[in-house]
């Protein structure tokens, strides 16, 4: 089946036949790549979720890395898979990231980098369990895969090292035979085609920017949830059923996760929130979720906190709340969902939303501390890895639901950074597009008389979506409007490709005096959009060259004496500052530049 344009849209709750058919092999697939759950955990009461002692209040955590190790960071804007709604999990969590999307692998080891290898698989065919082996010699690894290869996240090795390293998966590379030897789960990328819910067949996966597995990475030790206790109690004694993490009498009112900016942007459908040790009365919990203005602060040597004018009206993204029931308080823990709402001044009342996300974020759960509840925890991982992202999870002070401070989690503990998430996950979409596989590519000239094109053979872009036309738009790269003399059409498919946008465009005819014009229009969608570019007559062939104009801008001037010296001084690289021919650049280079700038040279 051929497409112009390819939109897997992950936010859909209704898809089309095709859709469904697509949908049910990448469950199969993410049955044979990740199906062990984790044995005898079915909810965070039967999780080894221990209590212990934090440290004390510091000014500083020091470094613990380990030497001589290989390593790399998550790529930007990915997510670990890891526990779903009806709180199962997976062993060992997967990574959660578009197809067709550029994924750096940043090499950080702790050892000399030289000489570093990257081993990894992929499907040879759907729905087979045929892999293909791959390499790739370099110290940072950047992949793209398509939508059904499925590779698994790379293995990084590192001469005089003895171990290698993967993000998610327990295995190892042979280094006598040269191949991956699988721990006893395949900790996979997963091409994401739909919904998180599309894998699983009861509940929601859910992702998170922090591991959150029942095992470390290496699967050589258990992991999973812990919870601290140290704070005092709801009545302020220090009977041992205060949590530094919940419900405490030492003013810790509030818990956040936060999320770095992503490579290309994600939908945010729900937030949901784990807890244990439910004690009390119904009772509400507040979510919010803001936008932070920079990327927030690494963890380093200083504690780390954010600046509380952050929270404003003017930051809030979406805000939730969430009813503690009895059957929770009977069960003792919760997995909480929050719909998320913003308010619509057009409307005068909050709307239910799910906001596209392309920058830092840092949501907030809040409204425990009240005499409704007598107890309840949060929950931080024993993962203490730093994913290159900064500090993820925060303690915040509130008064009166205003939040007056936000403090990183390692300003807590004496024992070296814990790097910890917390048990905080969002159910998010990553839709995307791409250009046909073979017959597109990415631009069309229109003959100078004008006329129509369908992109591709069959005018189509099938997002599995039945929302199609109404939930899709366009316009110019640079955010302006379509020009007058190009027409774009939108319409819902028909037959085979049911659910899915035909595009139209058509031009007319080319005036008089004009040899060339073109237009950039962005087809978007919530969470992806895609360029194409139309364009009608012919290029000219540009200005003749100028000898002298280093910079190409037509004309010399200082702006090329500068460009000459920059490159004199080895800060530049460029060929045209070789002005005299002889092989180097120098003074007499400049010299010439100026002499041509004054007009006493051609």
Not at 289 to 307: K, N, S, W
Request: hydrophobic residues 35%; contains cysteine; negative net charge.
């Amino acid at each position: 089946m051929k497409k112009s344009l390819l939109i897997a849209l992950a936010a859909c709750a209704v898809v089309s036949a095709n859709a469904q058919m697509r949908v049910a092999a990448t469950k199969s697939q993410v049955k044979v790549d990740a199906t062990t759950k984790v044995l005898g955990i079915d909810n965070p009461v039967k999780m080894k979720a221990q209590k212990a002692e934090p440290g004390t209040l510091r000014a500083k955590a020091p470094k613990k890395i380990g030497a001589n190790e290989a390593k790399y960071y998550r790529p930007r804007g990915t997510f670990y898979v890891n526990w779903d709604t009806e709180t199962s999990g997976y062993i060992m969590p997967f990574l959660q990231a578009k197809p067709y999307q550029e994924l750096n692998f940043v090499n950080c080891s702790t050892a000399p980098m030289a000489g570093s290898s990257w081993a990894f698989q992929y499907k040879t065919e759907p729905g087979t369990q045929d892999y293909t082996d791959d390499t790739f010699e370099g110290q940072d690894f950047t992949y793209t895969w398509g939508l059904y290869d499925y590779p698994d996240c790379p293995l990084l090795s590192i001469p005089r090292v003895d171990s290698t390293y993967s993000c998610t998966q327990g295995a190892s590379l042979n280094r006598e035979t040269g191949k991956i030897e699988r721990g006893p789960v395949n900790g996979s990328i997963l091409s994401v085609v739909n919904s998180m819910d599309a894998f699983g067949e009861e509940a929601n996966l859910l992702a998170s920017p922090h591991y959150y597995g029942s095992s470390n990475r290496a699967y050589t030790a258990t992991g999973g949830f812990i919870a601290y206790t140290g704070a005092l109690a709801p009545d302020g004694t220090d009977n041992g059923e205060g949590y530094w993490f919940g419900r405490n009498g030492a003013g810790w009112n509030g818990f956040a996760t936060a999320v770095e900016a992503p490579a290309q942007p994600y939908v945010l459908n729900r937030v949901y929130a784990y807890v244990n040790w439910l004690k009390g009365q119904p009772f509400d919990v507040t979510c919010r979720v803001y936008r932070l203005d920079q990327e927030y602060p690494y963890v380093d040597d200083d504690a780390v906190e954010i600046d509380p004018a952050m929270f404003d009206d003017e930051h809030l993204i979406a805000s939730g709340v969430y009813t503690v029931s009895e059957t929770d308080l009977e069960n003792g823990y919760a997995v909480m969902p929050f719909d998320l709402e913003a308010y619509n001044a057009e409307l005068d009342m909050d709307i239910q939303v799910t906001p596209e996300i392309d920058f830092p974020i840092i949501i907030v759960m809040s409204g425990y501390d009240v005499p409704e509840c007598e107890e309840m925890s949060f929950f931080i991982t024993q993962d203490r890895e730093d994913e290159g992202y900064g500090e993820q999870t925060y303690m915040l002070h509130l008064e009166d639901g205003v939040i007056t401070a936000c403090y990183g989690i390692n300003n807590f503990f004496t024992s070296g950074e814990m790097k910890v998430g917390n048990s905080i996950f969002m159910d998010v979409s990553m839709p995307f597009m791409i250009y046909n596989y073979t017959n597109e590519t990415g631009e069309y000239t229109f003959p100078n008389e004008g006329g129509s094109y369908a992109l591709n053979d069959h005018p189509a872009i099938s997002i599995f979506s039945d929302q199609a036309a109404d939930a899709y738009y366009y316009e110019l790269e640079d955010g302006g409007e379509v020009p007058e003399w190009l027409t774009i059409e939108i319409a819902d498919g028909t037959g085979e490709f049911e659910g899915t946008v035909d595009v139209k465009a058509t031009a007319a005819a080319l005036p008089e005096g004009t040899t060339y014009r073109e237009a950039k229009v962005k087809f978007y969608y919530a969470g992806a959009n895609l360029v194409y570019t139309f364009k009608q007559g012919e290029e000219g062939p540009g200005p003749e060259p100028v000898f002298g104009d280093v910079d190409g801008n037509g004309s010399v001037g200082v702006e090329d004496v500068n460009a000459v010296i920059n490159v004199m001084l080895g800060k530049a690289e460029n060929p045209l500052a070789d002005l005299s021919g002889n092989g180097s650049v120098g003074v007499e280079d400049v010299n010439m530049v100026i002499n041509i700038m004054l007009g006493k040279n051609n």
